[in-house]
């Protein structure tokens, strides 16, 4: 069984007490915290709360490879990669599984027929949380921005009229997700 400690793995792309470190660290710590505090709140999900606190802080550990100057990243690809790009990290350091949290936690996920029509800079696949732990990380992650704010949690109403911009699919994902979560 491979060791895993996020703050490690981390810390391996950035830089301890950077921005970029601090800005991901924040926003991380602030996304696990609503996540275990969901799952704490419905066992009946039977969610795992290990790898929720772990996938939870990795959700994001993509944005380095990004061109997101905003976040101090200055990497090669636009910002809307950051979760294939960390599946594809994660999954090589043997974490397949916390690898597919950031892969789906984009938005509310997009289909694969969604990133087509949008000319989406995504692989053509089905970009969707599927399990309950991947679903709690997304959801908890609308909540939070990657902001000198990142501490500050966005009301249900903010989030909706945020998620409402990007189409009904989203907006009815996010519903079930609220039905489910709050």
Known sequence: MISMDPIVLISKYYKPKSKAYNILYGHSRAVTAKAIKISLNHPELNPDLIFIEEAAMLHDIGIFMT????????????????????CELLTGMGFPEHGLVCERHTGTGFTKEEIIEKNLPLPHRDLIPVTVEEQIIAFADKFFSK????????????????????????????????????
């Open 67 to 86: 061109n997101a100057p905003n976040l101090f990243c200055f990497g090669d690809y636009p910002y809307l990669a950051h979760g294939y790009l960390g």
């Open 147 to 182: 902001s000198m704010d990142v501490y500050m949690e966005k009301s249900l109403r903010e989030v909706r009229k945020s998620i409402s911009k990007f189409g009904k699919s989203n907006m009815d994902r996010f519903e079930e997700w609220c039905e489910l979560f709050l």
